[in-house]
């Protein structure tokens, strides 16, 4: 059974979430406050984490941080706040999505299994001995062990960054739109916009560019999307 970490401090929305997640089969455990959650995060086994902005002891943002510094484990974070400043600092710090209170079960369900999903495909099993590596011009993918490196230098991305370098990678040289990245790496279930796509790649380009500001890597193709040049 697929476990769950729900780091939430209002305990009626945690029960909700918490009922709603277990009616579909997941074991999931809660904390209220940010230094227990992170704690718990890390010594545990969890294949998410649901993560409120607004904890005691420490916000959601700082146990984003400090979880996708030692795990690639998917990341909800929710909150009240509407800002995009929030959405985009939140995804920029290593999470995979942001929830908007007040939402439906449904939706967060939804998301749970759609990206619970995509990251079981990113590190299933392959076959005894099969080495899958992509090189280009200093980058070293490896997609089996999830492996990034620049000039031998290991990088580490968060489950959705490698998602989308990797598709990147794997569609060279063409002209990618906003719309089509986030469709094919976050999909229908995510109910986001392109402006996700847009913090992803800055987060990449800084981690694999020598200088992100002239990127060798990944193109800009002003007003339709992204280009990855080999």
């Known amino acids: 059974?697929?476990?769950i970490l729900i780091v939430e401090d209002d305990e009626a929305i945690a029960q909700l979430e918490k009922d709603y997640l277990e009616v579909n089969n997941y074991e999931v455990t809660v904390e209220n406050n940010g230094e227990v959650g992170l704690k718990r995060a890390i010594e545990g086994d969890y294949d998410l984490f649901i993560l409120d902005l607004m904890l005691p002891?420490?916000?959601?943002?700082?146990?984003?941080?400090?979880?996708?510094?030692?795990?690639?484990?998917p990341i909800l974070l929710v909150s009240a706040k509407k800002d995009d400043i929030d959405k985009i600092r939140g995804l920029g710090l290593g999470a995979d999505d942001y929830i908007t209170k007040p939402?439906?079960?449904?939706?967060?369900?939804?998301r749970v299994k759609a990206h619970?999903?995509?990251?079981?495909?990113?590190?299933?099993?392959?076959?005894?001995?099969?080495?899958?590596?992509i090189e280009i011009r200093g980058l070293r993918i490896d997609t089996d062990s999830r492996i990034v490196s620049v000039n031998g230098e290991d990088v580490q991305l968060s489950?959705?960054?490698?998602?989308?370098?990797?598709?990147?990678?794997?569609?060279?040289?063409?002209?990618?739109?906003?719309?089509?990245?986030?469709?094919?790496?976050?999909?229908?279930?995510?109910f986001g916009d392109a402006k996700t796509v847009t913090v992803h790649i800055k987060k990449v380009r800084e981690k694999i560019e020598i200088d992100s500001s002239k990127p060798q890597y990944i193109e800009t193709i002003w007003g339709i999307g992204y280009r990855f040049r080999v």
């Open 1 to 3: 059974m697929q476990r």
């Open 57 to 73: 002891q420490m916000d959601g943002f700082e146990v984003c941080q400090k979880i996708r510094e030692v795990k690639n484990t």
């Open 103 to 110: 939402f439906s079960p449904g939706e967060l369900v939804a």
């Open 116 to 133: 619970m999903s995509r990251f079981e495909r990113l590190v299933g099993s392959n076959a005894p001995g099969k080495k899958n590596v």
């Open 159 to 190: 489950s959705k960054e490698f998602e989308l370098l990797l598709f990147l990678v794997e569609n060279p040289n063409r002209v990618i739109s906003k719309e089509e990245l986030f469709q094919a790496i976050w999909g229908q279930a995510s």
